[in-house]
Nanobody, 122 residues
Framework: QVQLRESGGGLVQAGGSLRLSCAASGRIFSYYTVGWFRQPPGKEREFVAAISQSGGRLFYADCVKGRFTISRDNAKNTVYLQMNSLTPEDTAVYYC???????????????WGQGTQVTVSS
């Protein structure tokens, strides 16, 4: 089992940047694929980005491609989501999730953090 905790959320103006962190504890973190998801107000949770165990495989939702970058540092048991050129449509609670298999759907992930709020003002 792995425990996840997100940090780095906050309020930012449109066009600005934030870097989210997902810190893990418990089982060996490098065994896990990690995904970032978000849930805008009144909407369902949606996929944002995923990174494989070694970091060699990346995948992004079309709506964030070219603006967001997912990365990981297995020595620090941490995955990052660098978010640039933020728009109000990026406002959501952002969650990280982990699974032993490669996955991009929220139902495929076994372990979840509590989420961090990102608010982008216009």
């Amino acid at each position: 089992q792995v425990q996840l905790r997100e940090s780095g959320g906050g309020l930012v103006q449109a066009g600005g940047s934030l870097r989210l962190s997902c810190a893990a504890s418990g089982r060996i973190f490098s065994y896990y694929t990690v995904g970032w998801f978000r849930q805008p107000p009144g909407k369902e949770r949606e996929f944002v980005a995923a990174i494989s165990q070694s970091g060699g495989r990346l995948f992004y939702a079309d709506c964030v491609k070219g603006r967001f970058t997912i990365s990981r540092d297995n020595a620090k048991n941490t995955v990052y989501l660098q978010m640039n050129s933020l728009t109000p449509e990026d406002t959501a609670v952002y969650y990280c999730a982990a699974d032993l298999q490669w996955a991009v759907g929220p139902r495929e992930y076994d372990y979840w953090g509590q989420g961090t709020q990102v608010t982008v003002s216009s």
